[in-house]
């Protein structure tokens, strides 16, 4: 049995451009790993049999969730239909809200899998495939901070932020279709083309994520808040525990902030109540991690 941590992420700056000939918006963003993961176990399973379990009621078991497709699309890469495996999430990054889980669940598969299956699947072979999953998935073979551009598939690594950071995440308890966030901006004409000051350079010579925390910056802001008065009613009182001003995490729903003062014990949860999440998190170097084998742990199948 392996088992590993599969780690969320937020978006310290966003900005969506204009939309591509094959479908999809051009964006520059800076994304970073935090602390809040899933917890993945992977077992063999003989004749070529890919289950998929979840212990969240809301997030679909089998062929439709990304990472029975990870598994499947890595299979077919191998050529070897006789692969099998057992998937279990233990879910604690909530989904559809912005936060990357279901990416970094289907980049956890991709890791996981090559090694359970004996693939020695090398670092190019997983990227190509991770870009057919998701926009995200590449990201998060890398984890702790980087530039994305493209359609977010494009990975530009960069210093992480320190594990010292604290941010204030909550996550309100409505979801936001990215389908729909993004014809808000196309229907404000807000994605003709990248006019934000903050992101002026090419990615390569992007400032490190420290300086994007003095000024966090994403596009769907202007479109998603004024569609959801809950969100903005957690916005305004996140607000007062934050030093930085408080933004989406990609297309939302979940917001954060830098906390201020750091280090201080308050009860979140109780505040936030009426949320789906309220939580504080830090950096992380990495977005998927293996969690060492405990007692029992033996394989099975």
């Given amino acids: 049995m392996l088992r590993y941590r599969s ?4 978006n310290l700056f966003l900005e ?11 964006i520059r963003t800076t994304m970073q790993t935090v602390s809040l993961a899933d917890e993945l176990t992977f077992e063999r399973a003989g004749a070529g049999v890919i289950t998929v379990t979840c212990d969240a009621p809301d997030i679909p078991g089998g062929e439709e969730n990304l990472v029975h497709r990870a598994a499947v699309l890595l299979r077919a890469h191998a050529g070897d239909a006789s692969l099998g495996a057992r998937i279990h999430i233990a879910k604690r990054v909530p989904a559809g809200a912005g936060l990357g ?37 590449p990201f998060f073979l890398y984890g702790g901070a980087a ?36 014809n808000e901006l196309d229907r404000f004409r807000l994605t003709s083309g990248f006019t934000a000051p903050k992101m002026g350079p090419p990615e390569e010579d992007m400032p490190g994520p420290g300086a994007l925390v003095k000024r966090l ?24 525990h934050c030093s930085s001003h408080v933004i989406l ?28 999440l309220a939580k504080v998190v830090h950096p992380t170097d990495h977005g998927i ?8 742990d033996e394989p099975r199948g």
């Fill in 7 to 10: 780690h969320a992420k937020i």
């Fill in 16 to 26: 969506v451009g204009a939309l591509r000939d094959d479908g999809f918006h051009e």
């Fill in 101 to 137: 889980g279901g990416s970094s669940n289907a980049a956890c598969a991709l890791i996981a899998l090559s090694k359970l299956w004996h693939l020695d699947t090398d670092e190019r072979t997983l990227i190509h495939l991770a870009a057919k999953l998701g926009s995200d998935v």
């Fill in 147 to 182: 530039h994305c551009t493209g359609r977010g598939e494009r990975v530009f690594p960069c210093r992480s932020l320190p594990t010292s950071q604290e941010f204030l995440l909550v996550t309100p308890n409505v979801h936001v279709s990215s389908a729909f966030a993004y």
């Fill in 217 to 240: 910056y994403n596009s769907f802001d202007e479109v998603v808040l004024p569609a959801f008065p809950i969100i903005r009613d957690v916005k305004s009182r996140m607000a007062g």
């Fill in 249 to 276: 995490s990609g297309s939302g729903s979940s917001l954060f902030g830098v906390l201020a003062p750091p280090g201080v014990e308050r009860d979140f949860v109780s505040e936030f109540a009426d949320c789906r």
């Fill in 289 to 296: 991690v293996s969690i060492p084998p405990v007692a029992g």
